[in-house]
């Protein structure tokens, strides 16, 4: 039953999209062809997850998410982000610092930041703003489809000079119109009193959807967030990272290390010496890997490893768990799609990534990762012939646990037939950037049972200890009312006494009346 209400969910799903892009073709575009940009129209009308964004943000409702769309597309051909790129915002707002990408929260969502102090409000400067808001949201878009952003408000030391209402309004409209379920949260970071009325007034603006994803904090608690390698110093922090420009920051990605030690570096002797050493070197210390395992085994796992062999994978290959799934490049197919999965068993800390060449010329390939010092990667700068697949290894590396917030690239571009791995070095400082595709993957940290186990104890506990608390609640609730009815049993008893001497008294003086009566 349950699979059948999930189908007949997604089925509903598909129709919602598919009457959307009907709806939006019939009644928005073929009125006014030229109130949109073209390729956003495109785009639209073939992504049926850019659609299901819009349909979700809008809780399928397709009259709203109609005119979200349309809202949107106009936006979008106003600030015509198609074409917009880094020569086209004044240089002075790159250099300021005000808004830049960097870092990642503990969910693993990349960190949008607005350092506020450096706002000042300006009328002449607003549009600018604005479109460099635009350029960062339609960079990260590119990169990172699908992915949420957190918003990170860094309101320390600012006052009452930077406070632009209408653009705050701006950002919030970004996120609430113009770019569908990107919002992870927003984290507003020791936001002065002085700003407590305004902020009454955004509110209004957010919507009870967005309106739960604001979190207000200060340096005690932003950690519950945000882990303090990604945090600055005077946040409580140890990430040195300073904004400086050019170059624009990015997600720091750097060339991995190999599996016989040092990191891999551009340099010709370096390249030469991965190629000869990482295949022995790999082999050996899966073999090593091989004969300290206990001798308890899981027979499933063994009867997988012996199909490789017989199917004569290499060495290398085995243990690495096969992705399921596929992002289609314009160069490279890649798999898996969207993230690479690692766990704390020996057999969860080796992936395979899977290149498959769709052109018909050569391409050269190149992995990068922002933690180095975790994964070695083979083979991770090299090509692939037209036609063909290569198959890249990552591993974890001595006592390393992956993290929701390692993030992979693999970029790729055409070259020349022949060129070999000495001269791909200087092919990728001369390449152009317009020709390079690149396709990001994030980490999934797999769930142990023995963590789920604890997870579950602790519920329990927590539960029994819940139960008791309860209890005890309880039982004072039972005793205080018991007390007061005992208050109130004495007050009757009391009441009661005074009414029979009351009645005695009167009796009393009923009979002595009587008596007085009858001997007159």
Partial sequence: MAEAGQTESEQDIESKVEETRQRFKSEYVEESQDKYDSRDV?????????LEGYLTWRHFVVDDTLKMIDESLQWRREFQLNDLVESSIPRW????????LHGYDKEGNKLF????????KDAKTTLDKKRYVAFWLERYARREPGMPLTVVFDMSESGISNIDMDFVKYIINCFKVY??????????????????????????WLGPDAISKLKFVTKSDIQTFIGPEHLPPYMGGTDQFKYSYPPLPDDDFQSPICENGPIVSEDESDIKD?????????????????????KKVNFIEEGQRSDDVDRGEPGRLRGARKPTTTFKGT?????????????????????????????KNHVAFKVRTTAPEKYRVKPSNSSCAPGSSV?????????????PQDRFLVMAAETESGTGVPELSQFWKEVSKAKIMEHRLRCHVLESPKSILSNSFDSSSVTSTN?????QTMLARVMLTNARLEQKLDRCVWMQKVLLVLLSFALALSFTTAYSLWTS
């Fill in 113 to 120: 930041w607005f350092r506020v102090k450096l706002h000042v």
């Fill in 274 to 294: 991965l190629e000869s050493d990482s295949k022995e070197t790999l082999e050996s210390s899966f073999n090593a890997e091989q004969s300290i395992r206990p």
């Fill in 331 to 359: 160069l490279l197919h890649i798999s898996p799609a969207e993230e690479l999965s690692f766990g704390a068993k020996e057999s969860e800390k080796r992936c395979l990534i899977v290149l498959n060449n769709v052109t």
């Fill in 179 to 204: 770019y569908p379920k990107f919002l992870s949260k927003m984290i507003m970071y020791e936001m002065p009193w002085i700003m407590n009325a305004a902020w009454k007034i955004v509110k209004t």
């Fill in 391 to 403: 198959d890249i290894v990552v591993s974890l590396h001595g006592g390393f646990q992956a993290s």
């Fill in 42 to 50: 495109e785009k639209l009308l073939r992504d049926d997850a850019l």
């Fill in 93 to 100: 707002m790159f250099e300021s610092g005000a808004v830049y």
């Fill in 467 to 471: 139960e008791h608390q309860d209890l």
